[in-house]
């Protein structure tokens, strides 16, 4: 089945910008959609279709997917971004939704 | 809006099956086309998506668990439920249901709508 790797954790400077990657094998061919867990709550969809906002999230946070990398950028990151971060995308052949295993954003 | 709840038995013994069920409100689970789905996350991991049924009666769940778990939807209730037979100690989780969408733009499925989970210990 198809798998997403994402690094365990970044870290981050209030105001600066972070970057979570999330890769997979021709990841670029594929619609990536990301989501925000803050502790002890439910995920939250982000980004999807790689750099689409739903309403009410912040300009801040943006997509991209190229090759077999997908990124979701935080800019101006701010105290309350401190969350875990999953990309997700559909794998056809299985029509499983595959989630990568989440990166922890640490702001310093 | 919609809005969705999970609730279910916080404790299941080994070997017995685990019944959860996600209350939808503000929408029908019968109107659109939705992909009424349960994922769940072991303490300290990852998200692990479990299946979804839509509201023609399709039914896909992860091969992982396939066997041992069964998604279905009331109508009349407005609810749709999980069943997973067999339970271990590594079925131990917080499930959540969520909405799944299609996104025609790139021909995949994505969530747009979370429960606020409710968490199952096996033991």
């Known amino acids: 089945s198809y798998v997403l790797t994402q690094p365990p954790s970044v870290s981050v400077a209030p105001g600066q910008t972070a970057r979570i990657t999330c890769g997979g094998n021709?990841?670029?061919?594929?619609?990536v959609h990301w989501y925000q867990q803050r502790p002890g709550q439910a995920p939250v969809l982000v980004v999807y279709d790689n750099d689409d906002r739903p309403s009410g999230i912040p300009e801040r946070f943006s997509g991209s997917n190229a090759g077999n990398t997908a990124t979701l950028t935080i800019s101006r990151v701010e105290a309350g971004d401190e969350a875990d971060y999953y990309c997700?995308?559909?794998?056809?052949?299985?029509?499983?939704?595959?989630f990568g295993g989440g990166t922890k954003v640490t702001v310093l | 809006q919609v809005q969705l709840q999970e609730s279910g038995p916080g404790l299941v013994k080994p070997s017995e099956p685990l019944s959860l069920t996600c209350a939808v409100s503000g929408g029908s689970v019968s109107r659109g086309r939705n992909y009424w789905t349960w994922v769940r996350q072991p303490p300290g991991k990852g998200l692990e998506w479990i299946g979804h049924i839509t509201n023609d009666g399709t039914i896909r769940s992860n091969s992982s668990l396939q066997t041992r778990v069964t998604i279905s939807v009331d109508t009349s209730k407005n609810l749709f439920s999980l069943t997973m037979t067999s339970v271990t100690a590594a079925d131990t989780a917080v499930y959540f249901c969520?909405?799944?969408?299609?996104?025609?733009?790139?021909?995949?499925?994505?969530?747009?709508?979370w429960g606020q989970g409710t968490r199952v210990t096996v033991s």
């Open positions: 969520a909405r799944g969408v299609e996104s025609l733009a790139t021909v995949t499925f994505y969530f747009d709508l």
């Open positions: 997700q995308v559909w794998d056809s052949p299985t029509d499983h939704r595959v």
């Open positions: 021709i990841i670029g061919s594929k619609g």
